[in-house]
């Protein structure tokens, strides 16, 4: 133990406990949500935020672009550093540098401040990129599943219910208001892992370079990798272009909703995320693979449903659509706790490396469902974004399911 080490903080995380304090678990699953929750926040206010500061429509437009964009970069050029460095010192700083970028943000008064703050809110946000391989390594291995499973409850909630509470924020106290109180629960949740987390030895002495090399090699050596990889990505691409979508449409004949109603669909998706740990414990006992072939088929089985709409009545559509978003949430989220408890099971020495590459695949697969969705919504409309999320999804069944994919692991 270093000689710096107080007994304010707990010991190093050097040895697997028996079992995980619930505080513990919780802690993480807080640090996740509502830092990942910070790329969000943004969504619901951009008509605000224009009239506010005398924006075009376009340039406060580029706001969410920029965050995404600083997010993939940020978990490809920084996240492996959780197996250099103290994941602890890695998370603090990281929630130092967010809760300041989202007060650059919140006193911003031009369009310039709002541009650097967020690309800057967008790397830092990664710190869930953090506390989920630190959940892993300390989670004792038989109820891994179920420990990374319950901390990405808490992101995936963050996720979802972000947009819901920034536009509720915005609406009664000001968008300022939101940046403000979102810089403030970053920093509490930064003090609170400092003091509750313990110690993280690295497990990695490569320079930063090779560190980064190092994440080709592991998809090359690895197909379990790869395959997780794959997989996750195409289910991403059809979760991506529901989402992005899916205001234009409730906007239109013969639903005519706002953007209020879009955001409120979040609430069936969390509903779905809340499975995540359930998800957790069936691969713990089950085996990963089982649940990455159940969640691809939920995920499947709820975008083929939506093929049904064109022949129902406007509130039975709507009422199909809450559905399917649950379950094709529920699945989405349930495999990629599986892909994370067959990963980190490759190479301990590697899982902030390896939890990089998952999900610089899955924000491949994101991006690329974004960009498709529009498309294929103006040219085919809903039903062909429907077509295309299930193609998706079955794509991704196949991956789980092609012969030597146990092996694999």
């Known amino acids: ?3 710096t080490h107080t007994s304010a903080h707990p010991p190093a995380a050097h040895s697997q406990p028996a079992t995980l304090p619930l505080r513990t678990v919780l802690l993480l699953a807080a ?12 969504q619901p206010m951009l008509g605000v935020l224009a009239d506010s500061i005398g924006a075009s429509n376009h340039d406060v437009g580029l706001l969410p672009t920029l965050t995404q964009l600083g997010y993939a970069l940020g978990i490809l050029f920084l996240a492996p550093l959780g197996d250099r460095y103290d994941r602890r010192r890695i998370i603090v700083i990281k929630a130092a540098i967010l809760a300041t970028a989202l007060l650059l943000g919140a006193s911003s008064s031009g369009i310039g401040l709002l541009l650097v703050s967020s690309a800057l809110i967008g790397i830092t946000a990664t710190m869930a990129q953090d506390v989920v391989p630190a959940a892993a390594t300390l989670a004792p291995e038989a109820h891994r599943g179920k420990i990374v499973g319950t901390v990405m409850t808490g992101l995936l909630l963050g996720i979802l219910l972000s947009r819901v509470v920034s536009g509720f924020v915005a609406e009664h106290f000001g968008w300022r208001a939101m940046f403000v109180s979102a810089a403030a629960s970053v920093a509490l949740i930064g003090a609170a892992c400092w003091r509750g987390l313990p110690r993280f030895h690295p497990t990695s002495h490569l320079p930063y370079g090779a560190l980064l090399g190092s994440l080709v090699k592991l998809w090359r050596q690895h197909g379990a990798l790869r395959r997780a990889m794959l997989a996750q990505g195409l289910l991403s691409v059809g979760f991506s272009a529901f989402w992005s979508t899916l205001a234009i449409m409730l906007h239109e004949a ?15 998706g969390a509903a779905g995320a809340l499975a995540a740990p359930l998800a957790g414990r069936i691969a713990d006992k089950r085996g990963p693979e089982v649940v990455t072939r159940l969640g691809a088929a939920v995920a499947a089985v709820s975008f083929g449903a939506m093929l049904l709409s064109p022949w129902l009545m406007p509130d039975a559509r709507l009422a199909l659509i809450v559905v399917c978003a649950l379950g094709f949430d529920l699945g989405v ?14 190479d301990p020495g590697a899982r902030s490396r390896l939890n990089a590459v998952l999900f610089v695949g899955m924000f491949a697969g ?4 974004s960009a498709l969705g529009n498309v294929v919504l103006l040219r085919w409309g809903w039903e062909g974004v429907s077509v295309l999320a299930l193609a998706s999804s079955l794509g991704a069944l196949a991956v789980r399911c092609w012969p030597g994919a146990r092996q694999a692991h």
């Open 254 to 268: 013969p639903f005519h909703l706002g953007s209020a109603s879009a955001g409120a669909f979040g609430l069936a």
């Open 31 to 42: 640090a996740a949500g509502l830092s990942v929750a910070s790329l969000y926040y943004s």
């Open 333 to 346: 989220q349930v495999t990629l706790v599986a892909h994370q408890t067959i990963i980190y099971s490759i």
């Open 1 to 3: 133990m270093s000689s």
């Open 366 to 369: 994101m991006a690329a469902g």
